[in-house]
T-cell receptor, first 110, second 113 residues
């Protein structure tokens, strides 16, 4: 099976930088994804890391270390609209599908 | 708009009943996933289909079943419904079988009374 751990809640200030960590356990590994979900909305894809290193997409960056089974999502220049839940998800080997963590609720204060 | 269409958007039914949720994937996508999200919970993977065949299975209850049809739309059937089945059910689609980028529909909110 697969399991992921991420903090349940993170608080940050508008304009600041925040990092959301994710550790995972899986048999086999294809990659680590990140999704954003606003209350009552559909999850939307943010990034995918299949190889070690940093991927940058605008204000969002995602990092992966396969040897440490660890990744993080970095959000810069935080805006109030970034208040949402953020999920990491891992695709492992076998027939386990794409497994999501329980999500990190990001609270942004003015 | 992700291009994934789910119907119905809302459904209220009674315990013991059976419902069917429908998903139309993005044009050209062969892979369909179903997820369940209960209040303040994460996304629980139920099942994945790829081009009509079951590809992966999560913690899907025996009371639940799904299928993907030749036109690639998918249906999730929930039977003998219990109060605890009340949740938001998401369908997602993608082109390949192993990619990490899924496109989610807006979900079907099921309320069991």
């Amino acid at each position: 099976g697969q399991s992921l751990e991420q903090p349940s809640e993170v608080t940050a200030v508008e304009g600041a930088i925040v990092q959301i960590n994710c550790t995972y356990q899986t048999s086999g590994f294809y990659g680590l994804s990140w999704y954003q979900q606003h209350d009552g909305g559909a999850p939307t894809f943010l990034s995918y890391n299949a190889l070690d290193g940093l991927e940058e997409t605008g204000r969002f960056s995602s990092f992966l270390s396969r040897s440490d089974s660890y990744g993080y999502l970095l959000l810069q220049e935080l805006q109030m609209k970034d208040s949402a839940s953020y999920f990491c998800a891992v695709r492992g080997g076998g027939a386990d599908g794409l497994t999501f963590g329980k999500g990190t609720h990001l609270i942004i204060q003015p | 708009d992700s291009g994934v269409t789910q119907t119905p958007k809302h459904l209220i039914t009674a315990t013991g009943q059976r419902v069917t949720l429908r998903c139309s994937p993005r044009s050209g996508d062969l892979s369909v996933y179903w997820y369940q999200q209960s209040l303040d919970q994460g996304l629980q993977f139920l099942i994945q289909y790829y081009n009509g065949e079951e590809r992966a299975k999560g913690n899907i209850l025996e009371r639940f079943s799904a299928q993907q049809f030749p036109d690639l739309h998918s249906e999730l059937n929930l039977s003998s419904l219990e109060l605890g089945d009340s949740a938001l059910y998401f369908c997602a689609s993608t082109g390949g079988p192993n990619t990490g980028e899924l496109f989610f529909g807006e979900g079907s909110r099921l309320t069991v009374l």
